[in-house]
């Protein structure tokens, strides 16, 4: 049992994203207790990437495979967990690219940056309206709010988020990002997080929640 | 003497054979996977036309006739006509211009080195400096006026350069229908109407696609409008080698072609004889950082090779260079010289643009004076060389004979000011006079360029009855959005 939570973690280290599937069946199957597969194999290997690639020992593909990874397998063993058990996680990010924006990358680069470091992330995807920001971060009870935009015309749209989303929920954070974001804007819309780039985003949002 | 930069020296990327190969490779990416195109009036019009379209996932198979034929609309020579017609920039495959980078949003103030929104000041100021430089030949709106209101910050921003340059104003994105019907409008207003405007654009719009292979509604919707109007149009693919296009530089250079070649199919089809120049700027995706990597020599050779496949179209490119220094200095010209200097070998001929750090970003006034001189540098570099009676110069050298010297030679002088790169930054003299005079660095000259260019450079501006014109369109279209929240900050 233990041998293949072990399997698990190597798979992610690995990057075995067509096969990984396959693994995390088995360990259902074989009775592994899907948060030990979860907690002990997927988030251990994938802090092991995410640590590599801090260190500037691996590239981002590597580390975008080891997500994927980490993806597939959890899509199997999530559904899995028994009913009222949750995985523990360093939070829950509710994250997308504002409305009228649909640039992509930097928002999937964050993302993937903080599934690695064991946070839990909820993606929207792109061109996402301010009330699916503000029903959803209701619904899964996110701890922060990351918004995305590319363009000058957009930043306004993340403004539109972070007003309404403070009244209702005054604990939730909001990170914002994106080429024209700056600090100085994040500050004068209230948002408590900025980064400029997907990795710094990471420890934005670990000392939000420290 | 001829505006912009005059080619002699070429250099040679792709063989016939390469771009042949590309251009097969794009026509089969279009008809096989398509484009994703979100204008429902762009679906109908290509569905109309013979392209295979899935309503459901916003897409359309381009089949290759269409696309040949919209080449066989396009033009090859486009004018970017200027207010001061010494300035217009005719994009004829055979010069090069340089426009100064756009849309940034962060300034380090001139004055007091804090970095902080840019301004509508800034933009005045960043375009009075740029209509002084000789190497900046083309306008783009430096950086964003965001302390006005966000409806309107296009309008301010074209209103802004069209009165403080008599350079040709191209500006970037318009993203919207009404964006394009507002600035074109601006545009007839300062040219002195409709008729004037299409026979002289004193305006151009440059309009992204986004990669992977695909169309922003509002986007597209705008240029079928700017082309309607007249207005000049680049369409510019940014896919990044190994995030949002192949890691391999020719396999993005094939998912930007299929980008460019589409939205040409469109404009084509909905205006025949559109001007459009073909825009490129790709630039790997740093994978340590996740930060574009624009500078770097990847972007010089897409650039490059951009050109390249513009010109294997006959159309005129316009295409990127960037850099990612935090502040002017040895990065920055690093960034600027190789990113400049292959695409302007290969022939580029419009290069967009130079003066923005952190990634087309953050304006630092004494860049852009910086990056003019490598501009200026790299104009000498490829100017060309040729042997003919006066260059071999035989009969001067009879005459000064064995041991003497060229000074005193009319020759010497003649060709002094056609053959010799003369600097104002770079400084050549010797470090005992470097010392005594402060020993000033290049970024020290560059200041005081930037300081005597905004005390004397006077650019006349637009007559009084054409700025009411501007006025009122952008008192017009100033709107709140989204709930109140009017300004961009």
């Not at chain 2, 783009?140 to 209103?159: F, I």
């Not at chain 2, 490129?280 to 340590?288: C, E, S, T, V």
Request: net charge negative; hydrophobic share 40%.
């Amino acid at each position: 049992m233990e041998e293949i939570v072990t399997q698990l973690k190597n798979a992610v280290i690995n990057y075995e994203m067509e096969t990984i599937a396959d693994l995390a069946k088995k360990a259902v199957d074989q009775g592994v207790d899907p948060l030990v597969a979860i907690d002990k194999g997927l988030a251990e290997g994938i802090k092991t990437v995410g640590e590599r690639f801090g260190k500037g020992e691996i590239f981002l593909p590597e580390l975008v495979m080891g997500a994927e990874a980490m993806k597939a397998a959890l899509a199997v063993l999530e559904p899995a967990v028994p009913a009222g058990q949750h995985r523990e996680t360093a939070g829950k990010v509710l994250i997308g690219t504002v409305q009228d924006d649909i640039h992509e990358i930097g928002k999937n680069l964050v993302s993937t940056m903080l599934a690695s470091n064991g946070f839990e992330v909820v993606d929207l995807g792109v061109n996402v309206p301010a009330q699916d920001f503000l029903k959803k971060a209701g619904e899964v009870k996110a701890n922060i709010v990351a918004m995305s935009a590319l363009m000058t015309t957009t930043m306004p749209r993340m403004a539109e988020v972070i007003a309404p989303l403070k009244k209702d929920n005054p604990s939730v954070k909001t990170i914002i990002g994106g080429a024209p974001v700056t600090d100085v804007y994040a500050k004068e819309i209230g948002s408590e997080g900025y980064s400029g780039d997907a990795s710094g985003a990471v420890d934005v949002a670990k000392k939000l929640l420290g | 003497m001829s505006y912009g930069i005059v080619r002699g020296t070429r250099f040679q990327i792709l063989s016939k054979d390469d771009l042949d190969r590309i251009h097969w490779g794009t026509l089969h990416i279009l008809e096989k996977v398509g484009v994703q195109v979100d204008s429902p009036t762009c679906r109908k019009l290509l569905k109309e036309n013979g392209c295979e379209v899935d309503e459901e996932a916003r897409s359309a198979k381009i089949p290759s006739h269409l696309v040949m034929e919209a080449l066989s609309k396009k033009k090859s020579t486009i004018t970017l006509a200027a207010r001061d017609p010494k300035y217009d920039a005719r994009l004829d495959l055979n010069h090069s211009y340089m426009c100064a980078n756009g849309n940034g949003a962060v300034a380090v103030d001139f004055e007091t080195g804090e970095r902080r929104n840019s301004t509508k000041q800034d933009l005045v100021d960043s375009t009075k400096i740029c209509d002084a430089l000789p190497n900046v030949h083309v306008h783009w709106p430096m950086v964003s006026s965001t302390d006005v209101p966000a409806s309107v910050v296009h309008l301010h921003d074209l209103e802004a350069s069209l009165n403080n340059t008599g350079k040709h104003v191209m500006y970037e994105t318009g993203v919207t229908l009404e964006d394009a019907k507002n600035l074109t409008a601006m545009g007839y207003a300062a040219a002195g109407g409709e008729k004037e405007y299409r026979r002289r654009p004193i305006t151009s719009c440059l309009q992204c696609t986004y990669a992977p292979l695909q169309h922003d509604a509002g986007v597209m919707d705008a240029s079928l409008e700017f082309a309607k109007n007249g207005v000049p149009l680049v369409f510019f693919t940014m896919p990044q080698p190994g995030a949002t296009g192949p890691a391999s530089l020719v396999g993005s250079m094939v998912v930007g072609n299929a980008e460019v070649l589409s939205a040409l199919v469109m404009t084509q089809l909905a205006s025949p004889g559109a001007s459009v120049i073909y825009g490129l700027g790709i630039a790997p995706l740093d994978m340590k950082t996740t930060v574009r990597a624009g500078g770097s020599p990847e972007h010089a050779i897409c650039s490059a090779m951009g050109t390249e496949m513009a010109h294997y179209y006959g159309m005129p490119s316009c295409v990127g260079v960037s850099g990612t220094a935090k502040e002017p200095g040895i990065q920055a010209a690093m960034d600027t010289y190789t990113g400049c200097v292959g695409p302007l070998l290969a022939g580029a001929d419009l290069m967009c643009g130079i003066g923005l750090l952190e990634d087309s970003s953050c304006l630092h006034l004494e860049q852009v004076v910086i990056d003019n001189e490598i501009v200026g540098a790299i104009a000498r570099l490829i100017r060309g060389e040729w042997a003919d009676d006066d260059t071999l110069a035989l009969d001067v050298i009879e005459k000064v004979g064995i041991g003497k010297n060229y000074l005193a030679q009319k020759h010497t002088m003649k060709y002094l000011r056609t053959d010799h790169f003369m600097p104002t930054l770079v400084d050549r003299r010797s470090e005992d006079a470097w010392s005594t005079t402060g020993k000033k660095t290049m970024r020290d000259s560059a200041r005081e360029k930037v300081k005597e260019i905004l005390a004397t450079h006077k650019v006349p501006g637009l007559p009084d009855g054409a700025n009411r014109d501007l006025a009122a369109i952008i008192e017009k279209a100033k709107k709140p959005l989204w709930g109140g929240e009017s300004k961009v900050h």
